[in-house]
């Protein structure tokens, strides 16, 4: 079985950065594409971003294009998003997610591996 643990969420202030890691265990990660959610209190799940598994391919939501940029390490089974500019809506908590396959999925249910999560608490 693998593992998704994200690290690297914290508070933050407006127009402040962070980038989040999520760190893959338990099997090699290489061949999947890895994606990027997040879920603010009182809402759903929503997309961020995307990547496919050789790094070719990046999908964004419409409110982080711009701002964040999804990018991997396969030697190091890791996934990051490095986040700009931020803004008090982008508070939530940001989960890593797995999928095997070629294309960049954007709906929750395409993937089948989620990390716990971390917080990102951006302050105005």
């Known amino acids: 079985q693998g593992q998704l643990v994200e690290s690297g969420g914290g508070l933050v202030q407006a127009g402040g950065s962070l980038r989040l890691s999520c760190a893959a265990s338990g099997r090699t990660f290489s061949s999947y594409a890895m994606g990027w959610f997040r879920q603010a209190p009182g809402k759903e799940r929503e997309f961020v971003a995307a990547i496919s598994w050789n790094a070719g391919r990046t999908h964004y939501a419409d409110h982080v294009q711009g701002r964040f940029t999804i990018s991997r390490d396969n030697a190091k089974n890791t996934v990051y998003l490095q986040m700009n500019s931020l803004k008090p809506e982008d508070t939530a908590i940001y989960y890593c997610?797995?999928?095997?396959?070629?294309?960049?999925?954007?709906?929750?249910?395409?993937?089948?591996?989620w990390g716990q999560g971390t917080q990102v608490t951006v302050s105005s």
């Open positions: 997610a797995a999928t095997l396959t070629l294309m960049v999925p954007v709906g929750e249910r395409d993937y089948d591996y």
